[in-house]
Nanobody
């Protein structure tokens, strides 16, 4: 069994900051890409940022220059530092991880989602 547990969402004013965390646990042999998606009400789930095992990153255009993704491989944790938040960043944020289990089976796992609300 593998679990991803998220933390760090909440309510913040425009221009504020939040830091999301997502920790993986369970029968993990290796974690490849980790990242974050978000889904606003009535909209599709969109990629926010991704980070490879080696630390290469990629960001969606709306968050470039404001969000920073990082990971701690020893802790099996991915982070999303969100600065200069805007009301349009309001969404449920989901972490994901491409994991090779100890049974050497690859699978994409998802966190439970955490609400981020930015007030104007």
């Amino acid at each position: 069994q593998v679990q991803l547990v998220e933390s760090g969402g909440g309510l913040v004013q425009t221009g504020g900051s939040l830091r999301l965390s997502c920790a993986a646990s369970g029968n993990i042999f290796r974690i490849n890409n980790m990242g974050w998606f978000r889904q606003a009400p009535g909209k599709q789930r969109d990629l926010v940022a991704v980070i490879t095992e080696g630390g290469s990153t990629n960001y969606a255009d709306p968050v470039k220059g404001r969000f920073t993704i990082s990971r701690d491989n020893a802790k099996k944790t991915v982070y999303l530092q969100m600065d200069s938040l805007k009301p349009e960043d309001t969404a449920v944020y989901y972490c994901y991880a491409n994991i090779l289990t100890t049974a050497l089976r690859p699978y994409t796992y998802w966190g439970q989602g955490t609400q981020v609300t930015v007030s104007s």
